[in-house]
């Protein structure tokens, strides 16, 4: 792995962690609703994207995109929230890397969870996450 390719990586997981802090304070001892649980970013490839999403512990969906300046806000459907709430409930802290292999254009999408549970996801639960991700990414219309 080159050095380029490690730092990136590690300034990727600094950003994700100090984002999935924001907001998650506690407020007279008890842990703020808008606690991030799920942060998903989709960087480079051909068409340059660098968009970003945060799902808060209330169910809040904050997504934002370079290319087009935008941030958007909605929340999860409720057959999205229970899926999200279980996979919370059944693992632990889940760090995802996904990359296309490409050089040039070579696009990179990392996820991280905060869940509660103490187990970790098979290969196949960690593609079913990234791809139900991407979806409410999609929902939102960036």
């Known amino acids: ?18 984002w999935g802090t924001v907001g998650s304070a506690p407020v007279g001892g008890r842990e703020q609703q808008s606690e991030m649980v799920l942060t998903w970013g989709r960087y480079g490839g051909f068409a340059g994207f660098c968009d970003e999403m945060q799902v ?3 169910g809040e969906v904050r997504v934002q995109s ?9 929340k999860l459907s409720s057959d999205d929230s ?3 709430d279980e996979w919370r409930r059944s693992f632990g802290s889940v ?5 296309d292999g490409a050089v040039a254009d070579g696009m990179s999408v990392m996820l991280t969870l905060n869940g509660t549970g103490k187990a970790q996801p098979t ?9 139900w991700a991407q979806t409410v990414f999609g ?4």
Do not use: P, W, Y
């Not at 370079?66 to 909605?74: F, H, I, Q, T």
């Open 95 to 99: 760090v995802i890397e996904s990359k």
């Open 82 to 84: 229970r899926r999200l």
């Open 139 to 142: 929902k939102m219309g960036t």
């Open 56 to 58: 808060s512990a209330n």
């Open 66 to 74: 370079c290319r087009n300046k935008s941030e958007k806000v909605s």
């Open 123 to 131: 290969d196949m639960q960690r593609r079913e996450i990234l791809e």
């Open 1 to 18: 792995m080159s050095r380029v390719h490690i730092n990136c990586v590690s300034a990727l997981f600094v950003v994700f962690s100090l």
